[in-house]
């Protein structure tokens, strides 16, 4: 009986951890539909901020360890190669989920409306993960080209896919997804291409405008798109100086 209270007290703070995250996200849509985006993203990194202060401050004093500079200090402890392995296994989580997602809806509801959230699901979180990057890099207004290729480096893909940046000129630059692993592991299960270009189509558009209002997004070749094997997708951004 012991045994059975702590697994429901554990599953009960759990529980807690993902009503407060669904809380934030609805306060974040909530106040983006009446006011925008522009006061909604302002809105959240200020709410952010101050609330991870609060909430790790008050998880610090249960669990016993020290909070610096906002960060617990376990974090701060760790060797780089275990900071490494935990930010990748933190990435292939976000993987993972926005996979359940996804196969929860194709098997109960089809394909098409899969496809369909999908698709507007990377709508929006493209420009949030770009607000974010240009936030935590300070990567400036009207950064181009240049601040792109930053952005890009620190997307969640680039820390369990292998991807490179190509410049044609100091006006466009072609950006590689060499290897992805949502591809690979279809490929070794003998599975043929996911055909991910209508999300893409989204995806690195809504992220490169949210870098930079002037860049725009073409792509060379996305699945169902033949692709050499050296790369699944590539896409060019470019700036018009007209």
């Not at 409306?113 to 949030?128: E, G, L, T, V």
């Not at 890099?137 to 480096?153: N, V, Y």
Request: glycine share 4%; net charge negative.
């Amino acid at each position: 009986m012991e045994d059975k209270r702590k697994k429901e007290r554990a599953e009960y703070a759990i529980d807690i951890i993902h009503r407060t995250v669904m809380h934030h996200f609805l306060w974040f849509s909530e106040v983006r539909h009446q006011m925008g985006d522009d006061i909604a993203y302002e809105t959240l990194h200020r709410v952010f901020e101050k609330s991870l202060e609060i909430q790790m401050k008050k998880i610090g004093r249960v669990l016993d360890f020290e909070i610096k500079e906002g960060i617990p200090l376990p974090l701060l402890s760790l060797e780089e190669k275990k900071m490494e392995n935990l930010i990748e296994a933190l990435s292939l989580n976000w993987i993972a989920n926005d996979g359940i997602w996804f196969q929860d809806v194709e098997f109960e509801h089809g394909m098409n409306d899969a496809k369909r959230c999908n698709d507007s699901c990377w709508s929006n979180f493209s420009p949030f993960e770009a607000r974010s990057i240009k936030k935590l890099l300070d990567i400036p207004e009207h950064s181009g080209l240049t601040g792109l290729e930053q952005a890009l480096g620190s997307r969640l893909y680039s820390n369990v896919n292998i991807q490179s940046v190509v410049w044609e000129n100091e006006n466009s630059l072609i950006f590689q997804m060499n290897k992805c692993w949502v591809q690979e592991k279809r490929k070794a299960r003998g599975l043929d291409d996911y055909p991910c270009k209508s999300a893409g189509l989204v995806e690195y558009a809504y992220f490169a405008r949210e870098i930079d209002k002037r860049i725009k997004t073409e792509c060379i070749g996305c699945p169902p798109d033949n692709h050499p094997d050296d790369w699944y997708c590539a896409w060019r951004f470019y700036i018009d100086e007209q």
